[in-house]
């Protein structure tokens, strides 16, 4: 037979969690024509010594916020190598309730600044899946895209960006522009349940939305109400619109926040079970970082947000900032109370009008004299889009929730400018370099299967994450002794650090 390409020599990790065999792997056109053995006489194009390495497929990053990057300013992050260059082949967008469809054009007209917001520069929004469609395919893209519908691009158009309950007819409307969205080739449907407008909505609106996911097959991905001290309260919700619906749950980027919840990922990780050994599908998902980002405004009350970034300006008043001040204080440990207990943990990642304090935390901004909670209240006034890394979680909870059987990897990598969080280029990279060999938190084979065959088959991408004849060749080789990430918070996009040989680390 005469092949494409020849991966020779390797050992081949297939994505199932079955263990490692010597393994060479054809390619023709974009399938794998064969694994191992070969039939006698393959003859191939281009033939890639594979020896020491391992080949895996293609990672598949469950969690992403690059569903614009095409469309966006041409820039490295924009490019698609952040991830292409980690391993990653298939990126699932449309996460935490942001998607750039199905928005209505008025909406879009009077509304887009939020989403500008929310997804970063040339960010724009689409009445419907083929229009998106038709929209990427004029540009080069890299990785594939396989998108979620957003609850918040749903609930922009049905309803606006006011915070009240939906009448019965707008939830109808959400849930045949979320039937439409799923029959055009949408894989599920997320919610970003700290984000206005999706944060509006009462659990029995989703659980409307749920239905339509069920009956299709698909699955709801939640960023939920609370990732905090009252996180055990937003599980019990996402279970609950699974039990409702019969729709198959995936929390989004687990964690617990906050110091004094350190530690409380044991008792989160037995209620997931638990529902789940009750015969309920839940799983998770999460990034190998103790700190999260977001936008600044997240960490505000939810008062502040009804009616969309208009009200923003209200916190040019001491009455609003006082207002603020309070909840903070009472919001109890996690990152909403961040901007009064710990403001040193909050670091400013992209500020379009300030790039002077991107990498530089509240405290360090307001100095000595000045009140942390004031600098983000004029940094917000200014401008509404300034994201955050907040550091607020502890590495025995992320490993934990990583090693976990239903954890699945995914980066939470966003678009935009300034000092962005590391994850974005470093996520999967960190994975098998720190967790898998420096830390013995998993093993190899438990690992890819968490980047490849499990996500593939949790979010219903048929023919990716495995390698078997007739599979698409999306395909990653690597060095396992060598891999990591060079990623970090000060050098984010950074893909890859120089790895000391032994000899050389002995000699310094
Ligand atoms: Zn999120």
Partial sequence: MKADLLIAGGTVIDGTGTPPRAADVAVTGDRIAVVDPLPAGVEAATVLDATDRVVTPGFIDVHLH????????????????PSLRQGVTSEICGN??????????TVADTLGDVLTAAMGEGARFFADVPAYRAALEERPLGPNYAPLAGHGALRMTAVGFDDRVATTDEIAEMCDALDAALAEGCFGMSTGLIYPPSMFAPTEEIVALAHVLARHGRLYTTHMRDEANRVDEAIDEALEIGRESGVPVQISHHKVVGRPNWGHSTATLERIDSARAGGLDVALDVYPYTASSTGLLALFPRWLLDGGLASVSRLTENETRDAVRAESRTAGPGARSALVDAPDTVVISAAAHHPDLEGHSLTEIAGDNGDPLDTACDLLVEDPGVQVIVHQMNEEDVTRILAHPLAVVGSDGGLGGGKPHPRRAGAFTRVLGRYVRDREALDLVEAVRKMTGAPAERFGLADRGVIATGRRADLVVFDPDTVRDGATYDDPLAPRAECPTSSSTAAS
């Fill in 96 to 105: 935490c309730g942001f998607s750039p469809f199905p928005v209505s054009d």
């Fill in 66 to 81: 690059t569903d614009t990057a095409a469309l966006a300013p041409d820039t490295e992050t924009n490019s698609g190598l």
